[in-house]
């Protein structure tokens, strides 16, 4: 008998050669479908995790598989893993309509295809038609915006952090920037107001207590060295109890008398008043213009409902001197965000139509009947497929969120489709789902898998259905 050494150098001995295994039938049809240098990296990466495996005893050295029907299935499978794109679509049932891990807000089918079209051929990014010569890719979306708002001018960056960066380095780099201690927030990845504000070269001078602000705290705070007042919206968080805070026109009249720009960071950004949907009242872009901010920022991907981008509306002069700061290069969008952003933004003009156009307005208007009957329809072919009776599924009252830091706290009265397996638990059942193509996402919650019907999308419904019959048919297998 050999002895477990001799048995290690056989079975190592024993592991086929990359050309070998590229001999086989099954991966010289892979050939004809994929690279093949993926393809050898495929077969290396296998081969040398079974190597791995041996030498470090992690497998019992009488039950090491090496024969090559077996490699060529891990070979396979991992040749699609290489294979597959690492930014795909996926299966939102979380009831977060801006989903910050998922994408945030989906675009209009409109907006989709006016980028598809201005990505295929040449165009007027920054070259003025009628005068033959050399124009500015910002005029693309500033019309639309002075003309939906009422600003007298807007930029359009490459995020609200940037915009705010921006703002801070053209009118206070190295002076100060008064700001509520309230409204020192993070934002989304770990960025806060204090850093972000460090980053631009002004310099902070916070002002009341986290909880409450008054008037006269701002007064006392203005010197020689003060540059700008601003309000960071505290779209993202809610403190409640004993508070008080500076409404931006009381704001506008402290900046107006002592002649400095007001600056209203709206954070996520809305132009429709959304409260008649249960959700609490936010303050829009339109009403911050109108109230007098000097300066005013917002998402372009949170309750806009369009591509990632940081909008500054503005006094004309202000939003001139922004496009002049040499950071705006650095800072400035593509194309295919101007194109995406003018035709999301086009729908303003119509609120009704807006709201259902816009696929972030139209999940937040989803009735609860609308909700219900959807959720039905989901159940009833998933029960459809089960005739083995293998899940308990069934409709159930559930709540979503706005998400993406907007609107924090509130919850909209939804439905979903509650999922319990009865062969495996809720968690591998989460996980099997998450794992599949294309992934799907859902909550577990009273160790049910939930999939609420709010942000599904109508061809999630057939792609859900073939996942459960994938999940069926491994049961019976």
């Not at 295994?21 to 690279?35: C, F, M, N």
């Not at 994408?103 to 007027?124: H, K, T, V």
């Not at 249960?278 to 409902?305: W, Y």
């Not at 009865?422 to 099997?432: A, F, M, P, Y």
Request: with cysteine; proline share 3%.
């Amino acid at each position: 008998m050999m002895n477990d050494s001799s048995h290690l150098q056989e079975l190592l001995r024993r592991i086929p050669s990359v050309d070998e295994l590229l001999q086989t039938e099954r991966l010289q049809a892979a050939v004809a479908t994929h690279p093949r240098k993926l393809l050898v990296e495929s077969i290396r990466q296998v081969l040398d995790a079974k190597r791995k495996r041996i030498m470090a005893g992690e497998d019992q050295l009488d039950q090491v598989d090496l024969r090559p029907s077996h490699l060529v299935e891990l070979i396979l499978d991992r040749l699609e893993s290489l294979g597959r794109y690492t930014l795909r679509p996926v299966v939102n049932g979380t009831g977060i309509i801006i989903h910050t891990n998922l994408g945030r807000s989906l675009l209009p089918a409109d907006a989709i295809e006016r980028l598809q079209l201005l990505c295929r051929s040449y165009n007027n990014l920054e070259y003025e038609v009628s005068q033959g010569r050399r124009g500015s890719r910002y005029v693309h979306a500033e019309s639309i915006l002075c003309e939906i708002t009422g600003a007298e001018a807007a930029l359009v960056v490459n995020n609200n952090a940037a915009a705010v960066l921006l703002v801070l380095n053209t009118l206070a780099r190295n002076q100060e920037v008064i700001v509520s201690r309230g409204q020192l927030v993070e934002i989304g990845g770990s960025f806060r107001i204090p850093e972000v504000m460090a980053s631009s070269g002004a310099i902070l001078r916070e002002v009341g207590c986290t909880n409450r602000t008054h008037a006269k705290d701002y007064e006392a705070a203005i010197g020689e060295q003060t540059a700008l007042i601003m309000r960071v919206h505290n779209s993202n968080y809610r403190i409640i109890g004993f508070t008080a805070e500076v409404s931006l026109e009381e704001l506008v009249k402290i900046g107006r008398k002592h002649g400095l720009p007001v600056a209203e960071d709206l954070g996520s950004g809305s132009f429709l008043d959304l409260s008649r949907f249960g959700l609490q009242r936010e303050p829009t872009a339109q009403e911050a213009v109108k109230a007098g901010a000097d300066v005013v920022t917002f998402s372009g991907d949170k309750l806009l409902g369009g591509p990632q981008a940081g909008i500054i509306l503005g006094r004309k002069h202000l939003v001139e001197q922004f496009k002049k700061n040499p950071l705006t290069r650095a800072l400035r969008v593509d194309k295919m965000t101007l194109a995406t952003l003018e035709a999301t933004l086009r729908w303003y003009r119509d609120e009704s139509q807006a709201l259902q156009n816009i696929p972030t307005l139209k999940m937040i208007a989803l009735s609860l009947p609308q909700l219900e009957e959807r959720a039905k329809e989901l159940a009833g072919r998933l029960q459809t497929l089960d005739i083995d009776q293998r899940f308990e599924i069934q409709v159930a009252s559930s709540f979503s969120q706005v998400g993406g830091g907007s609107l924090p706290g509130q919850d909209l009265p939804s439905y979903a489709v509650a999922i319990h397996a009865r062969l495996i638990s809720t968690r591998e059942l989460e996980r099997r789902l998450r794992l599949g193509d294309p992934p799907i996402i859902g909550r577990i919650e009273s160790d049910r898998y939930l999939l609420d019907v709010r942000t599904l999308l109508e061809e999630d419904f057939a792609l859900i259905e073939q996942a459960f019959a994938r999940l069926i048919h491994s049961n019976h297998s």
